[in-house]
Nanobody, 126 residues
Framework: QVQLVESGGGVVQAGGSLRLSCAASGRTVTRNAMGWFRQAPGKEREFVAAISWDGGYIKLLDSVKGRFTVSRDNAKNTVYLRMNSLKSEDTAVYYC???????????????????WGSGTQVTVSS
């Protein structure tokens, strides 16, 4: 069983930056692709970013390309989401997820992920 805990959320001014962290416990996620999703009030959860188990392949939501960076440190069993140039529309609860075991390359579908954190709130003020 994998447990995921997100941290680093908060309130930031538009144009500012935050770095979210997702720490895994229970077992190593070295060979799990990892993903980030977000959910704004009244909206469905949407894919934001994903990274393969070896870090060699990355996928990003089009609207965050050039602003967000996803990375991982397998030695620390942690994945990160660096968010720059934040906009008000980035306001959401951000969730970390670990993909199905054996799936090396990231996907965008929620069903491709077996484990989820409880989320961290990101609020971007104008």
């Amino acid at each position: 069983q994998v447990q995921l805990v997100e941290s680093g959320g908060g309130v930031v001014q538009a144009g500012g930056s935050l770095r979210l962290s997702c720490a895994a416990s229970g077992r190593t996620v070295t060979r799990n692709a990892m993903g980030w999703f977000r959910q704004a009030p009244g909206k469905e959860r949407e894919f934001v970013a994903a990274i393969s188990w070896d870090g060699g392949y990355i996928k990003l939501l089009d609207s965050v390309k050039g602003r967000f960076t996803v990375s991982r440190d397998n030695a620390k069993n942690t994945v990160y989401l660096r968010m720059n140039s934040l906009k008000s529309e980035d306001t959401a609860v951000y969730y970390c997820a670990a993909a199905n075991s054996g799936l090396k390359y990231p996907g965008t579908g929620r069903d491709e992920y077996d484990y989820w954190g409880s989320g961290t709130q990101v609020t971007v003020s104008s």
